[in-house]
């Protein structure tokens, strides 16, 4: 499959670029027959185009919230899940965000990293698998997912329509596999009073900002942005904001507000400050202040937290709700996602991790567990694997956001492969 593979990179990586160039920010403005607006549907109709192009003939979708792209025998199903929408660009970008530049042998662009580039990948590697002539156990699903970054909507009403795959991954996190995944959830507190300060931060709950402003008083800091669930690897610049307002000469009542949040908020990424931080064999909690509105309502604060397997979810909120309330915040809305685990002895666990010590050369490698939420929580028996390799920045949320193509290459190789175990007889 090696040979396919490489004859059709050239393509793959055009492919990539045209899906790259369409800003399909997730949730866009509903329209008719478009649940997440014009341009995430464009995106998976573009993805479609390009399932077609390589000769599948099984292609639809699940009332345009998530793509299907079928081939193969059999009544049992392997699927891969990727995911078309994209969180917004930010700022700081050294190369346009939806351009889809090449350079030093790597194309940027939001959604290159997370999830588009993935999402090529498995389309061209199923297209291998297809044309090596190999006979088929199982059928093999691409899932085109339209709603990852906002709450997984989409995926969600396939297991509805659809039900459950056999066994599926999702190239959505890091090598080599990822069989563990902590505790989500977002939460937002408001505190009603008359606010002096007027400011408007953040893109999306799962994302650190990089960049922090207020018109009252006149701010305006800068960080290093960042995927919410790895706050060491980021400078969050809300963080600073927060700290400087506090320090600014504004009424007593935001002066009071602001301190306060510093206290619980600034310098602590694993809420020190709310008296939650806890560590366990999952990993250890971490806490992100991603949002913040204020205006003459009042103060909303959204933060972001990926807590640990064993902490449950009364012992995160109580210590949060105490301490919030102290400083005049009440609770305006919250989500919860439970954590997934997959045992490493498991077919889909153990071929993956074959497959990548074959591949990679490191043979010693063990499944991993993240802070990061992916697809594989949407199924019983799912895992995230790839598409970062081990020690290479995360590039996911991020300005710059790019990958190399012979990383695009390897995660191709990777799941071609991983499918033909899976599948073939």
């Not at 099984?58 to 899940?81: L, N, P, S, T």
């Not at 995927?227 to 504004?250: G, Q, T």
Request: glycine share 10%; aromatic share 8%.
């Amino acid at each position: 499959m090696l040979d396919i593979i490489e004859r059709s990179f050239e393509e793959q990586v055009k492919d990539l670029q045209e899906l790259i160039r369409i800003p399909s920010v997730s949730r866009g403005e509903p329209k008719e027959g478009m649940p997440y607006g014009e341009n995430v549907y464009n995106a998976l109709r573009k993805a479609q185009d390009i399932a077609r192009k390589l000769g599948f003939e099984k292609v639809w979708d699940v009332e345009a919230r998530c793509g299907v792209v079928e081939y193969g025998e059999g009544d049992e199903i392997v699927a891969v899940m990727a995911h078309l929408d994209v969180v917004p660009e930010g700022t700081g970008w050294q190369y346009p965000p939806y351009g889809a530049e090449i350079h030093d042998e790597a194309m940027y662009g939001r959604g290159t990293a997370d999830d588009k580039g993935a999402a090529v990948s498995a389309l061209y590697a199923l297209y291998a698998l297809k044309e090596s002539g190999v006979k088929m156990k199982r059928r093999v699903r691409i899932l085109l997912g339209c709603d990852e970054e906002r709450g997984s909507t989409g995926m969600q009403r396939y297991k509805e329509v659809e039900g459950e795959p056999t066994m599926a991954f999702t190239p959505d996190a890091t090598y080599p596999v990822v069989n563990s995944e902590m505790n989500i959830s977002h939460m937002f507190f408001e505190k009603k009073y008359p606010c002096a300060v007027r400011a408007k931060v953040g893109t999306a709950g799962n994302v650190i900002p990089g960049e922090a402003a207020s018109t009252v008083p006149a701010l305006h800091l800068l960080g290093k942005e960042g995927h919410a669930s790895m706050p060491d690897h980021a400078d969050n610049a809300l963080m600073k904001l927060l700290r400087a307002i506090a320090d600014s000469d504004v009424p007593p009542a935001d002066k009071e507000t602001f301190s306060a949040l510093c206290g619980l908020f600034c310098g602590y990424n694993h809420g020190e400050g709310l008296g939650v931080d806890f560590t366990d064999a999952s990993g250890r909690l971490t806490l992100a202040p991603t949002i913040l509105v204020a205006d003459e309502t009042g103060v909303t604060l959204g933060f972001d937290t990926r807590y640990p397997a064993s902490m449950t979810f009364a012992e995160l909120t109580g210590p949060i709700d105490e301490r919030m309330a102290a400083a005049g915040f009440t609770v305006k809305e919250r989500s919860n996602s439970l954590g997934h685990y997959i045992a490493p002895e498991t077919e889909l666990v153990s071929t993956l991790m074959d497959v990548y010590g074959e591949l990679s050369g490191d043979r010693d490698a063990k499944p991993i567990s993240i802070g990061g939420g992916t697809y594989a929580r949407e199924f019983r028996n799912a895992v995230a694997v790839g598409v970062t390799q081990p020690g290479r920045p995360d590039k996911c949320h991020v300005a710059n956001e790019c990958i190399l193509l012979s990383e695009m290459l390897f995660n191709t190789r990777f799941m071609a492969e991983s499918l033909k175990r899976l599948a073939a007889e």
